[in-house]
């Protein structure tokens, strides 16, 4: 009798593993990681019109909109003011000078030309100040000791400083001028030892003094043309007076 083989059974599959619980962390981390993978890559600050994501800095001839530009400064006697305020109150516009700090050897040098040369750069009208990072005590005492006829201007946090083009990075201030008319016409921005920011001053004053003395000036008369009118004028006048005696006769 042929013997009988038994199929052995297939083994039961292997239970599959729990399903793991989501911690709050992970959930986190997944909704974190979905929403990257929807949102768009952050575009780059935008530039201004000549490719700076700085603000441009003044240049002699641009016209400067004074609402608002370097922002809130004070004086050196606690007066919150701006730079419109002082365009303003000014005749014919503001002259500010930069110094790095009050009492130090170069910026009272500096400081001493400006106030030497005060009345003749001022008699066209021109307002004059000098601006630091310094705080209203230090410019104070700065002014006293000097004998400054000019308000001295305190800007602690370089806005104005910065604005004007005369912020040295990282940080401090470079020695410099910067001059503005009513009309916010940029006249004078430049860095510049003391001698030198005093000196571009004067240039700016004499060359305005010129330009007024050309449009006030007539224009000097011809000598020919002003003996052809004394003649013609002479000659009249003979006629004239031949008439007369005529008459007379």
Do not use: H, W
């Not at 059974?9 to 990257?36: H, I, L």
């Not at 935008?46 to 700085?54: L, R, V």
């Not at 503005?180 to 004053?205: M, Q, R, S």
């Not at 000097?220 to 004028?233: F, G, H, Q, T, Y």
Request: aromatic share 4%; with cysteine; hydrophobic share 35%.
């Amino acid at each position: 009798m042929p013997v009988e083989l038994r199929k052995r059974k297939a083994p039961a599959p292997a239970p599959e593993p729990p399903t793991k619980k989501q911690t709050k962390v992970s959930k986190v981390a997944a909704k974190v990681k979905e929403t990257v993978k929807g949102k768009p890559a952050k575009s780059a600050k935008p530039a201004d019109a000549n490719g700076s994501s700085k603000a441009a800095k003044p240049v002699v001839g641009d016209i400067v909109a004074l609402d608002g530009f370097g922002g809130e400064i004070e004086t050196n006697d606690g007066k919150k003011t701006t730079l419109k305020a002082l365009v303003d109150e000014s005749k014919s516009g503001v002259v500010i000078f930069t110094y790095p700090k009050a009492s130090t050897p170069g910026c009272t040098t500096q400081a001493c030309l400006f106030r030497d040369s005060y009345e003749p750069l001022t008699k066209g009208g021109l307002a004059i100040y000098g601006l630091s990072s310094d705080s209203p005590k230090a410019n104070t005492t700065f002014k006293t000791k000097q004998n400054l006829p000019y308000p001295l201007l305190c800007d602690p946090s370089a806005t104005l400083i910065g604005a004007i083009g005369l912020k040295k990075a990282p940080k401090g201030t470079t020695r410099g001028v910067f001059a503005i008319d009513k009309t916010g016409k940029v006249l004078l921005a430049e860095p510049g030892g003391p001698a030198a920011t005093v000196d571009a001053v004067k240039k700016l004053v004499a060359e305005s003094k010129g330009d007024d003395a050309a449009k006030e000036e007539p224009a000097e008369e011809k000598p020919a043309e002003k003996a052809a009118d004394e003649a013609k004028s002479t000659n009249g006048e003979a006629t004239e007076d031949k008439k007369v005696d005529g008459a007379d006769e």
